[in-house]
Nanobody, 115 residues
Framework: QVRLVESGGGLVQPGGSLRLSCAASGISIAPYAMAWHRQAPGKDREPVGTIGSRGTPVIPGSLEGRFTVSRDNSKNTIYLQMNNLKPEDTAVYYC?????????WGQGTQVTVSS
């Protein structure tokens, strides 16, 4: 059974940082691109970063410079480092296998940015 488990979310003040983790089991992530998405209340889910199988991150322009994605295949885990967080970053963050034939998603971790 494939599982993706996100962790590391929480409450942080504006300007703060968080690092989210996504640990996979039941599948080796090494051959696959992986991605992070987020969904804020009342909004559509949106991508916040992808990392290729060779470790090259791709971050949307609106988040570049604040967000970065990394991976550790030896731990079967990907990470989302978020810096200079803003209230509009408040959302549930999800990871997934970025492959149209593998529809695996985690349950999400809540990130709340508030003073």
């Amino acid at each position: 059974q494939v599982r993706l488990v996100e962790s590391g979310g929480g409450l942080v003040q504006p300007g703060g940082s968080l690092r989210l983790s996504c640990a996979a089991s039941g599948i080796s992530i090494a051959p696959y691109a992986m991605a992070w998405h987020r969904q804020a209340p009342g909004k559509d889910r949106e991508p916040v970063g992808t990392i290729g199988s060779r470790g090259t991150p791709v971050i949307p322009g609106s988040l570049e410079g604040r967000f970065t994605v990394s991976r550790d295949n030896s731990k079967n885990t990907i990470y989302l480092q978020m810096n200079n967080l803003k209230p509009e970053d408040t959302a549930v963050y999800y990871c997934n296998v970025e492959n149209p034939y593998l529809d695996y998603w985690g349950q999400g971790t809540q990130v709340t940015v508030s003073s």
